[in-house]
């Protein structure tokens, strides 16, 4: 492929990293990775709503990585309140798994930035063979997307599993028991999907700049490897 060409494919790959570590740098620090809707168990049942009753104990909440805010529904009018993660939850949250997705999403930036400096460094600059070169950038892209997978799967697990949102909902709540309706993810947890999909497809740049996978030697290139082992 011309160099003008392969400048231009790494020039995109490295915009896209760009972008998406301003993604990622934003959903860290805003509330918007999960939306939940939740039932006032116990007000519900004292008067045994149901049907378009269970409305007036139906509340709601948003929540990102660091804090939230919500509205509670038993019966008696809508009661706001907001939360910190740290220090208000940590005894209510399962704190190992949420230090993990904040610390694995700040691995994800800095591996981001990264990538995109090794992106541009291979289209205007003279890379080094292993480094720097188009084995450099499949590892980071590699990396960075795993990263990106295991933020997801993380958090997944944080809220599906370790029912995060009704843990929130019935933090400091002795009187009232809440219990999760539904939940569903929201722009910050799609943007980290999309930084994941960014570092498969700038894999697939790397390739279309003409760069074999890893894995995919010839076995001529393993031959001439060994015959230049021998000779030194």
Sequence with gaps: MPSQQKKVIFC??????FVCALGVVTALGTPLWIKATFLCKTGALLVNASGQELDKFMGEMQYGLFHGEGMRQCGLGKRPFRFSFFPDLLKA???????????FSTILIV???VGTAFFMYNAFGK????????LGLYLLSFIS???GCLVMILF?????????SEKIANYKEGTYA???????????FWVVFICFFVHFLNGLLIRLAGF???FAKSKDTETTNVAADLMY
């Design 156 to 164: 997944a697990s944080e809220v599906k599993i370790h029912h995060l």
């Design 127 to 134: 890379p080094f063979e292993t480094l720097h070169g188009p």
């Design 111 to 113: 591996l981001t930035l």
């Design 178 to 188: 809440y219990k999760t309706q539904s939940e569903k993810y929201t722009t910050s």
């Design 212 to 214: 074999q996978f890893p």
């Design 145 to 147: 997307g795993s990263c």
């Design 12 to 17: 995109m790959a490295g915009m896209l990293s």
């Design 93 to 103: 949250i399962p704190v190992s798994i949420h230090v993990n997705v904040i610390l």
